[in-house]
């Protein structure tokens, strides 16, 4: 993304993957995206798929004492919306438009090293990145250094110790996806606060199904054949209207941890970290993706100001600026998470105070557009 944005205002980059090609492509992860997700995709002209195979959803429900809650992001946003569209189809989008631009993507890079990216003061070195690349050592000279790569990736853990603080928050649970070949069984997401636990159910395409259940941290996958997993799909979605929810095959389950974790300051001299390399969010509103989207988007606008105008005050701000945003995403996700899973260690008040939290958001407008306008995403700027 960062890639095709600074090749848009003419500035080169290279970028360096460790995956292969295949498996950044095929890799299911995250599938909402925000409103201004997809208008910054469009105006970039990587939007044409998405535009045709995306699902435009215009609200979400919210399950809780077996009734079910609309919120009209429409009405409560003027107009605006999610669209479902997977993570790896936007990757696939984004590789084949920088490809047919000319751009540089290794793939199955390895051993990859970042070094003299500290601010030099009078002698200020060029960052370097030393790494392999089809069995070949070799290094590359930049003027910046953007670390797009995740929480596990090499780029954070290189800033000296001392130089960042880190801000978190573990939860005593993770959740349970699969992806069915099954139609979904509504026409937009439903988050399920239920006495056994949290479940959403989303999905992928008109075919495709993709449910959570909220499971124990330690649990083993192998500790659900799909018997199971739908039957707690199933009481835990369980609703007084007549729904019913439809099985189908499981192609895809795996568990995902859950965690809000951040850093600052997102900058260490010429190294600027974006994306899950700075923070995570627990996945409860699907906010990860857009959050990465918009540090890049924050970061190709700075670097350009500095290659057109010579003015580094966007590549100064960049940390304060992004931070205000992923706090805001920090604190959503969080919410979320917080109103709609079942806690160990909660009693009989948290309860209550969870449903009538629930029966606030979903009946007062003032509480629904609190949901919608963080949900749609909130302006970029
Ligand atoms: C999905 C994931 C989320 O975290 C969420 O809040 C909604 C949907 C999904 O994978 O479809």
Known sequence: MLSLLLHLQGIESVVLESHARAYVEERVRAGVLEQGTVDLLTEMGVGERLKKQGLVHHGVHLRFGRQTR??????????????????????KDLIAARIVTGGKILFEVEDARIRDFEDGGMVSKRPRISFKHQGVAQELECDFIAGCDGYHGICRPSIPEGALTIFERTYPFAWLGILAEAP??????IYANSERGFAL?????????????????EEDIANWPDEKIWKELHARLASDDGWKL????????????MRSFVVEPMRYGKLFLAGDAAHIVPPTGAKGLNLAVADVRVLARALEEFY??????GLEEYSAKCLRRVWKVQRFSWWMTSMLHKFPDENAFDHRRQVAELDYITSSRAGQTTLAENYVGLPFD
């Open 201 to 217: 159910l989303s999905m992928r395409s008109p075919q495709i199904s993709r449910l959570y259940v909220q499971c124990d941290p």
């Open 308 to 313: 057109r105008r010579g003015n580094a005050k």
């Open 246 to 257: 439809t099985e189908g095959p499981v192609i895809q389950k795996g568990i995902t941890g």
């Open 70 to 91: 609309r919120i009209d992001f429409a009405d409560l946003t003027g107009g605006k919306g999610v669209t479902i569209y997977s993570q790896h189809e936007v990757i």
């Open 184 to 189: 979904p069984s509504m026409e937009e997401l």
